[in-house]
Protein backbone atom coordinates (compact mmCIF):
# COMPACT_ATOMS: atom_id res chain seq x y z
CA UNK A 1 0.00 0.00 0.00
CA UNK A 2 0.67 3.58 -0.53
CA UNK A 3 2.24 5.42 1.98
CA UNK A 4 1.25 8.55 0.78
CA UNK A 5 -2.80 7.05 0.41
CA UNK A 6 -5.13 7.37 3.22
CA UNK A 7 -6.12 4.15 4.71
CA UNK A 8 -9.14 2.47 6.66
CA UNK A 9 -10.61 -0.01 7.83
CA UNK A 10 -11.56 -2.67 5.21
CA UNK A 11 -14.66 -4.11 7.25
CA UNK A 12 -16.05 -3.71 11.03
CA UNK A 13 -14.67 -5.50 13.80
CA UNK A 14 -15.39 -6.15 17.18
CA UNK A 15 -13.35 -6.58 20.56
CA UNK A 16 -15.09 -7.14 23.86
CA UNK A 17 -14.09 -6.80 27.43
CA UNK A 18 -14.06 -5.19 31.20
CA UNK A 19 -13.47 -1.26 30.92
CA UNK A 20 -10.24 -0.05 33.36
CA UNK A 21 -11.57 2.45 35.34
CA UNK A 22 -15.15 2.00 35.30
CA UNK A 23 -15.22 -2.02 35.47
CA UNK A 24 -18.33 -2.24 33.52
CA UNK A 25 -18.84 -4.82 30.54
CA UNK A 26 -18.22 -2.67 26.65
CA UNK A 27 -17.87 -4.32 23.71
CA UNK A 28 -16.48 -2.00 20.99
CA UNK A 29 -16.40 -2.05 17.53
CA UNK A 30 -14.14 -0.46 14.69
CA UNK A 31 -15.46 0.84 11.42
CA UNK A 32 -14.78 1.92 8.04
CA UNK A 33 -14.77 5.68 6.94
CA UNK A 34 -15.13 7.76 4.82
CA UNK A 35 -11.24 9.99 3.67
CA UNK A 36 -10.49 12.70 5.53
CA UNK A 37 -13.46 11.56 8.11
CA UNK A 38 -10.50 11.52 10.36
CA UNK A 39 -11.17 9.44 14.35
CA UNK A 40 -14.32 9.50 15.66
CA UNK A 41 -15.94 7.54 18.90
CA UNK A 42 -19.56 7.18 18.92
CA UNK A 43 -21.72 6.02 22.45
CA UNK A 44 -24.33 3.54 20.41
CA UNK A 45 -25.53 2.86 24.14
CA UNK A 46 -27.30 6.46 24.45
CA UNK A 47 -30.50 7.46 22.70
CA UNK A 48 -29.06 10.04 19.94
CA UNK A 49 -25.62 7.98 19.64
CA UNK A 50 -23.67 11.34 19.41
CA UNK A 51 -20.37 11.23 18.40
CA UNK A 52 -17.40 12.69 19.40
CA UNK A 53 -14.24 13.56 17.83
CA UNK A 54 -10.91 12.81 19.16
CA UNK A 55 -9.53 15.81 19.35
CA UNK A 56 -7.66 17.72 21.56
CA UNK A 57 -10.34 20.37 21.19
CA UNK A 58 -12.46 18.01 23.23
CA UNK A 59 -10.14 16.46 26.17
CA UNK A 60 -11.38 17.03 29.23
CA UNK A 61 -9.59 15.24 32.12
CA UNK A 62 -5.79 13.54 31.68
CA UNK A 63 -6.08 11.94 34.98
CA UNK A 64 -4.50 8.19 34.28
CA UNK A 65 -6.04 8.52 31.07
CA UNK A 66 -7.41 10.59 28.58
CA UNK A 67 -11.17 11.61 28.33
CA UNK A 68 -13.07 13.51 25.30
CA UNK A 69 -16.01 15.14 26.27
CA UNK A 70 -19.06 16.66 23.93
CA UNK A 71 -21.41 18.14 26.54
CA UNK A 72 -22.34 15.81 28.99
CA UNK A 73 -21.14 12.73 27.10
CA UNK A 74 -17.81 11.58 27.80
CA UNK A 75 -15.17 8.26 26.24
CA UNK A 76 -12.80 7.49 28.49
CA UNK A 77 -9.41 6.32 28.02
CA UNK A 78 -9.13 6.48 24.19
CA UNK A 79 -5.78 7.12 24.22
CA UNK A 80 -5.06 3.14 23.43
CA UNK A 81 -7.29 2.77 20.52
CA UNK A 82 -5.87 5.74 18.56
CA UNK A 83 -2.32 4.95 19.56
CA UNK A 84 -3.46 1.40 17.66
CA UNK A 85 -5.09 3.25 14.62
CA UNK A 86 -2.51 5.48 14.50
CA UNK A 87 0.45 2.93 14.79
CA UNK A 88 -0.96 0.69 12.34
CA UNK A 89 -1.59 3.79 9.86
CA UNK A 90 -5.26 3.62 9.77
CA UNK A 91 -6.38 6.98 9.57
CA UNK A 92 -10.13 7.03 8.91
CA UNK A 93 -12.64 4.92 11.22
CA UNK A 94 -15.39 5.07 13.31
CA UNK A 95 -15.34 3.87 17.17
CA UNK A 96 -18.45 2.66 18.06
CA UNK A 97 -18.98 1.50 22.39
CA UNK A 98 -21.71 0.68 24.37
CA UNK A 99 -20.34 2.20 27.31
CA UNK A 100 -18.20 5.00 28.16
CA UNK A 101 -14.66 3.14 28.04
CA UNK A 102 -13.30 0.85 26.03
CA UNK A 103 -11.88 -2.87 27.00
CA UNK A 104 -8.87 -2.84 28.88
CA UNK A 105 -7.60 -6.10 27.34
CA UNK A 106 -4.33 -7.01 28.76
CA UNK A 107 -3.20 -3.47 29.37
CA UNK A 108 -1.89 -2.66 26.18
CA UNK A 109 -3.07 -1.83 22.67
CA UNK A 110 -2.45 -5.67 21.27
CA UNK A 111 -6.37 -5.81 21.34
CA UNK A 112 -7.06 -3.17 18.82
CA UNK A 113 -4.38 -4.36 16.67
CA UNK A 114 -5.95 -7.63 16.82
CA UNK A 115 -9.02 -6.35 16.11
CA UNK A 116 -7.54 -3.47 13.39
CA UNK A 117 -5.96 -6.88 11.82
CA UNK A 118 -9.19 -8.69 11.93
CA UNK A 119 -10.89 -5.95 10.06
CA UNK A 120 -7.94 -5.26 7.52
CA UNK A 121 -6.95 -1.87 5.76
CA UNK A 122 -8.29 -0.41 2.82
CA UNK A 123 -6.43 2.24 0.96
CA UNK A 124 -8.54 5.28 -0.32
CA UNK A 125 -7.93 7.61 -3.33
CA UNK A 126 -7.42 10.67 -1.03
CA UNK A 127 -3.48 11.69 -0.13
CA UNK A 128 -2.44 11.58 3.10
CA UNK A 129 -1.65 14.52 5.37
CA UNK A 130 1.44 14.33 7.24
CA UNK A 131 2.54 17.64 9.23
CA UNK A 132 6.57 17.81 9.16
CA UNK A 133 8.01 19.75 11.75
CA UNK A 134 10.13 22.06 10.76
CA UNK A 135 11.43 23.67 13.98
CA UNK A 136 11.77 22.58 17.48
CA UNK A 137 8.27 22.42 19.21
CA UNK A 138 8.96 22.54 23.26
CA UNK A 139 7.11 21.95 26.48
CA UNK A 140 8.06 21.50 30.33
CA UNK A 141 5.73 21.35 32.59
CA UNK A 142 5.83 21.76 36.62
CA UNK A 143 6.19 18.49 37.92
CA UNK A 144 9.36 18.28 35.51
CA UNK A 145 7.90 16.46 32.50
CA UNK A 146 9.59 17.83 29.26
CA UNK A 147 8.70 17.01 25.20
CA UNK A 148 10.47 18.27 22.45
CA UNK A 149 9.54 17.66 18.89
CA UNK A 150 12.28 18.41 16.36
CA UNK A 151 13.19 17.95 12.54
CA UNK A 152 13.57 14.55 11.63
CA UNK A 153 12.35 12.43 8.07
CA UNK A 154 10.70 9.97 10.17
CA UNK A 155 7.83 9.73 12.97
CA UNK A 156 10.53 8.63 16.03
CA UNK A 157 9.82 8.57 20.03
CA UNK A 158 12.62 8.48 21.79
CA UNK A 159 11.55 8.58 25.72
CA UNK A 160 12.46 8.27 29.14
CA UNK A 161 9.99 7.27 32.09
CA UNK A 162 10.50 8.41 35.62
CA UNK A 163 9.03 7.00 38.40
CA UNK A 164 8.67 8.62 41.84
CA UNK A 165 11.71 8.99 43.68
CA UNK A 166 13.80 7.63 40.48
CA UNK A 167 12.29 3.75 40.53
CA UNK A 168 12.23 2.20 37.38
CA UNK A 169 14.08 4.82 34.87
CA UNK A 170 13.41 3.30 31.55
CA UNK A 171 14.59 4.51 28.39
CA UNK A 172 13.54 3.43 24.72
CA UNK A 173 13.80 4.76 21.33
CA UNK A 174 12.37 3.88 18.07
CA UNK A 175 10.45 5.05 14.75
CA UNK A 176 6.65 4.64 14.58
CA UNK A 177 4.97 2.79 11.38
CA UNK A 178 3.11 -0.71 11.33
CA UNK A 179 6.27 -2.99 11.65
CA UNK A 180 7.61 -1.53 14.17
CA UNK A 181 4.42 -0.64 16.39
CA UNK A 182 3.06 -3.66 16.49
CA UNK A 183 6.49 -5.54 17.29
CA UNK A 184 8.07 -3.04 20.04
CA UNK A 185 5.09 -1.14 21.14
CA UNK A 186 1.60 -2.66 20.82
CA UNK A 187 2.41 -5.56 23.33
CA UNK A 188 3.89 -3.40 26.56
CA UNK A 189 1.25 -3.27 29.40
CA UNK A 190 -0.16 -0.39 32.13
CA UNK A 191 1.23 0.29 34.99
CA UNK A 192 0.66 2.26 37.89
CA UNK A 193 3.08 2.71 41.27
CA UNK A 194 1.55 0.73 44.27
CA UNK A 195 1.11 3.99 46.01
CA UNK A 196 -0.90 5.33 43.98
CA UNK A 197 -3.59 2.41 43.79
CA UNK A 198 -5.53 3.49 46.63
CA UNK A 199 -5.67 7.19 45.59
CA UNK A 200 -6.83 5.76 42.45
CA UNK A 201 -10.06 3.68 44.24
CA UNK A 202 -11.02 5.95 46.57
CA UNK A 203 -11.52 8.70 43.24
CA UNK A 204 -13.63 5.99 41.96
CA UNK A 205 -10.53 4.96 39.60
CA UNK A 206 -9.67 1.77 38.08
CA UNK A 207 -12.41 -0.54 39.25
CA UNK A 208 -11.78 -2.88 36.40
CA UNK A 209 -7.99 -3.14 37.23
CA UNK A 210 -6.18 -6.55 38.04
CA UNK A 211 -2.54 -8.02 38.01
CA UNK A 212 -3.86 -9.59 34.77
CA UNK A 213 -4.19 -5.94 33.07
CA UNK A 214 -1.96 -3.42 34.48
CA UNK A 215 1.46 -4.21 36.16
CA UNK A 216 2.31 -2.84 39.70
CA UNK A 217 5.49 -1.42 41.09
CA UNK A 218 5.84 -1.84 45.02
CA UNK A 219 9.53 -0.50 45.96
CA UNK A 220 11.93 -2.13 43.89
CA UNK A 221 9.56 -5.03 42.51
CA UNK A 222 7.31 -5.54 39.61
CA UNK A 223 3.68 -7.54 40.58
CA UNK A 224 2.29 -9.42 37.52
CA UNK A 225 0.76 -12.12 36.47
CA UNK A 226 3.64 -12.41 33.62
CA UNK A 227 7.15 -11.53 33.84
CA UNK A 228 7.71 -7.89 31.92
CA UNK A 229 7.69 -8.31 28.16
CA UNK A 230 10.56 -5.89 27.86
CA UNK A 231 13.01 -4.62 29.47
CA UNK A 232 11.85 -1.34 29.15
CA UNK A 233 7.96 -2.04 28.89
CA UNK A 234 7.34 1.30 31.13
CA UNK A 235 8.78 3.50 28.67
CA UNK A 236 7.57 1.48 25.91
CA UNK A 237 4.05 2.13 27.56
CA UNK A 238 4.44 5.99 27.66
CA UNK A 239 5.42 5.30 24.01
CA UNK A 240 1.93 3.72 23.08
CA UNK A 241 0.61 6.60 24.95
CA UNK A 242 2.66 9.15 23.16
CA UNK A 243 1.47 7.60 19.99
CA UNK A 244 -2.65 8.28 20.78
CA UNK A 245 -2.70 11.37 22.64
CA UNK A 246 -0.47 13.48 20.14
CA UNK A 247 -2.60 12.42 17.21
CA UNK A 248 -5.45 13.85 19.19
CA UNK A 249 -3.59 17.10 17.22
CA UNK A 250 -5.26 15.97 14.27
CA UNK A 251 -2.02 15.78 12.29
CA UNK A 252 0.32 12.74 12.02
CA UNK A 253 3.65 14.56 12.59
CA UNK A 254 7.19 13.84 10.92
CA UNK A 255 9.66 14.42 13.69
CA UNK A 256 11.45 13.23 16.26
CA UNK A 257 9.65 13.52 19.26
CA UNK A 258 11.95 13.58 22.62
CA UNK A 259 10.23 13.08 26.21
CA UNK A 260 11.33 12.79 29.52
CA UNK A 261 8.44 11.70 32.20
CA UNK A 262 5.62 12.13 29.95
CA UNK A 263 2.22 11.57 31.21
CA UNK A 264 -1.25 12.39 29.60
CA UNK A 265 -1.66 15.80 30.83
CA UNK A 266 1.78 16.80 29.16
CA UNK A 267 1.07 14.42 25.87
CA UNK A 268 -1.96 16.73 25.48
CA UNK A 269 -0.92 19.99 25.62
CA UNK A 270 2.03 19.26 23.23
CA UNK A 271 -0.82 17.92 20.93
CA UNK A 272 -2.33 21.54 21.60
CA UNK A 273 0.67 22.85 20.80
CA UNK A 274 1.32 20.62 17.08
CA UNK A 275 -2.37 21.80 16.48
CA UNK A 276 -1.57 25.87 17.11
CA UNK A 277 1.98 26.18 15.21
CA UNK A 278 0.51 23.33 12.29
CA UNK A 279 -2.47 26.32 12.16
CA UNK A 280 0.22 29.26 12.37
CA UNK A 281 2.71 27.14 9.75
CA UNK A 282 0.16 26.55 7.04
CA UNK A 283 -1.69 29.66 6.95
CA UNK A 284 -1.77 31.39 4.40
CA UNK A 285 -3.97 34.54 5.17
CA UNK A 286 -2.64 36.77 7.96
CA UNK A 287 -4.90 36.57 10.90
CA UNK A 288 -5.44 40.27 11.32
CA UNK A 289 -8.37 42.21 9.76
CA UNK A 290 -7.03 43.49 6.76
CA UNK A 291 -9.65 46.64 6.34
CA UNK A 292 -11.12 48.24 2.76
CA UNK A 293 -11.98 51.35 3.40
CA UNK A 294 -10.42 54.88 2.79
CA UNK A 295 -7.29 53.93 4.97
CA UNK A 296 -5.89 51.67 2.76
CA UNK A 297 -2.64 52.26 0.39
CA UNK A 298 -2.09 50.62 -2.49
CA UNK A 299 2.07 50.20 -3.44
CA UNK A 300 1.34 52.99 -6.05
CA UNK A 301 0.06 55.59 -3.24
CA UNK A 302 2.72 54.13 -0.90
CA UNK A 303 5.44 55.12 -3.32
CA UNK A 304 4.20 58.78 -3.26
CA UNK A 305 4.14 58.82 0.47
CA UNK A 306 8.10 57.42 -0.04
CA UNK A 307 10.91 57.87 -1.71
CA UNK A 308 12.21 54.30 -1.46
CA UNK A 309 12.30 52.31 -4.80
CA UNK A 310 12.98 48.54 -5.88
CA UNK A 311 14.83 46.87 -3.88
CA UNK A 312 14.82 49.03 -0.97
CA UNK A 313 10.95 49.66 -0.52
CA UNK A 314 10.20 47.21 1.97
CA UNK A 315 6.21 47.96 2.24
CA UNK A 316 3.90 46.59 -0.60
CA UNK A 317 1.02 47.96 1.32
CA UNK A 318 -0.50 49.79 3.92
CA UNK A 319 -3.61 47.95 5.22
CA UNK A 320 -4.65 50.62 8.45
CA UNK A 321 -4.21 53.55 10.45
CA UNK A 322 -5.93 53.50 13.79
CA UNK A 323 -6.56 57.39 14.31
CA UNK A 324 -3.36 59.41 13.46
CA UNK A 325 -0.64 57.31 15.75
CA UNK A 326 -1.00 53.80 14.45
CA UNK A 327 -0.35 52.46 11.33
CA UNK A 328 -0.11 48.95 10.24
CA UNK A 329 1.87 47.57 6.19
CA UNK A 330 2.11 44.16 4.94
CA UNK A 331 5.33 43.23 3.23
CA UNK A 332 4.97 39.64 0.92
CA UNK A 333 8.45 38.47 1.49
CA UNK A 334 9.31 36.50 -1.94
CA UNK A 335 12.21 33.98 -2.79
CA UNK A 336 13.00 36.99 -5.54
CA UNK A 337 13.98 39.18 -2.98
CA UNK A 338 17.43 39.61 -4.07
CA UNK A 339 19.37 39.61 -0.50
CA UNK A 340 18.33 36.09 -0.43
CA UNK A 341 21.01 35.49 -2.96
CA UNK A 342 23.20 35.29 -0.18
CA UNK A 343 21.62 35.19 2.73
CA UNK A 344 22.19 32.96 2.53
CA UNK A 345 22.12 29.95 0.29
CA UNK A 346 20.09 27.03 1.05
CA UNK A 347 18.52 28.87 3.65
CA UNK A 348 16.95 31.73 2.75
CA UNK A 349 16.35 34.38 5.99
CA UNK A 350 15.25 38.00 5.53
CA UNK A 351 17.87 39.93 7.11
CA UNK A 352 16.79 41.51 10.53
CA UNK A 353 18.30 44.84 9.62
CA UNK A 354 15.82 45.01 6.61
CA UNK A 355 13.13 43.95 9.36
CA UNK A 356 14.11 47.34 10.77
CA UNK A 357 14.07 49.24 7.97
CA UNK A 358 10.06 47.52 6.88
CA UNK A 359 9.53 49.34 10.26
CA UNK A 360 11.10 52.70 9.86
CA UNK A 361 9.54 53.15 6.43
CA UNK A 362 5.80 51.79 8.05
CA UNK A 363 6.82 54.89 10.59
CA UNK A 364 7.59 57.37 8.30
CA UNK A 365 4.51 57.04 6.49
CA UNK A 366 2.35 57.46 9.78
CA UNK A 367 4.73 60.64 10.21
CA UNK A 368 4.14 61.78 6.67
CA UNK A 369 0.55 61.44 6.51
CA UNK A 370 -0.17 64.24 8.79
CA UNK A 371 -0.52 67.36 6.51
CA UNK A 372 2.45 69.60 8.42
CA UNK A 373 4.43 67.04 7.64
CA UNK A 374 3.58 66.24 3.57
CA UNK A 375 6.42 66.78 1.36
CA UNK A 376 9.08 66.57 3.66
CA UNK A 377 11.35 62.86 4.26
CA UNK A 378 12.10 60.98 7.72
CA UNK A 379 15.61 60.39 8.18
CA UNK A 380 16.29 57.42 10.34
CA UNK A 381 18.39 58.29 13.09
CA UNK A 382 18.47 55.27 15.72
CA UNK A 383 16.98 52.08 16.94
CA UNK A 384 16.75 51.07 20.82
CA UNK A 385 15.12 47.85 22.45
CA UNK A 386 15.70 45.83 19.37
CA UNK A 387 15.15 42.16 19.68
CA UNK A 388 14.52 39.76 16.98
CA UNK A 389 12.34 36.41 17.83
CA UNK A 390 11.73 34.21 14.78
CA UNK A 391 13.43 34.05 11.64
CA UNK A 392 11.57 35.43 8.60
CA UNK A 393 11.35 32.99 4.96
CA UNK A 394 10.05 33.16 1.84
CA UNK A 395 6.39 32.92 1.53
CA UNK A 396 5.84 34.99 5.24
CA UNK A 397 3.15 37.48 5.14
CA UNK A 398 5.33 40.18 7.36
CA UNK A 399 2.96 42.40 9.17
CA UNK A 400 4.51 46.07 10.41
CA UNK A 401 2.83 48.10 12.86
CA UNK A 402 4.36 51.28 14.00
CA UNK A 403 2.46 53.37 16.86
CA UNK A 404 3.94 57.40 17.03
CA UNK A 405 5.01 57.68 20.46
CA UNK A 406 5.91 61.85 20.48
CA UNK A 407 6.91 64.23 17.76
CA UNK A 408 9.16 66.97 19.26
CA UNK A 409 9.79 69.77 16.65
CA UNK A 410 11.34 67.78 13.25
CA UNK A 411 12.16 64.85 15.41
CA UNK A 412 9.50 61.79 15.99
CA UNK A 413 9.93 58.57 18.40
CA UNK A 414 7.84 55.03 17.18
CA UNK A 415 7.81 51.92 18.62
CA UNK A 416 7.34 49.05 16.19
CA UNK A 417 6.79 45.50 15.70
CA UNK A 418 6.82 42.55 12.73
CA UNK A 419 5.01 39.28 12.96
CA UNK A 420 4.54 36.59 10.64
CA UNK A 421 1.13 34.81 11.43
CA UNK A 422 0.74 36.75 14.92
CA UNK A 423 3.89 35.55 16.22
CA UNK A 424 6.35 38.45 16.71
CA UNK A 425 9.41 38.15 14.12
CA UNK A 426 11.35 41.76 15.73
CA UNK A 427 10.72 44.68 17.87
CA UNK A 428 12.09 47.66 18.23
CA UNK A 429 11.81 51.67 19.29
CA UNK A 430 13.24 54.20 16.90
CA UNK A 431 13.99 57.59 16.38
CA UNK A 432 13.52 59.98 12.86
CA UNK A 433 14.42 63.79 11.80
CA UNK A 434 12.21 65.09 9.67
CA UNK A 435 13.71 67.24 6.73
CA UNK A 436 12.73 68.91 3.91
Known amino acids: MSASKQQTLASPATVAGTSLHTGEKVSLTMKPAPANYGIKFRRVDLDDQPFIDAHVSKVQTVERATTLAEGSVKVHTVEHVISALVGMNVDNALI ?52 TIVPDKEFRISCTQVGPDGRMTQYFSTVINPETYEKEIADARTFVFYED ?30 SLRFKEEFARHKILDLVGDLMLSGKRIMGHVIAVKPGHGPNTQMAAKIAKTYAETMSMVPNVNIPTGEAVMDNLEVQKVLPHRYPFLMVDRIVGFDGEWKCTGVKQVTINEPYFQGHFPGHPVMPGVLQIEAMAQVSSICLLRQPENQGKIGYFMSADKVKFRKPVMPGDTLMIEAELLKIRRNIGYAKCRCSVNGQTTSECELKFALMD
Open 197 to 226: VEPLLEKGLIKGGSLENAIVVKGESVMSKE
Open 96 to 147: EMDANEPPIGDGSARPFVDCIKKAGIKEQDANRSVYEVREPIHLETKNGSLI
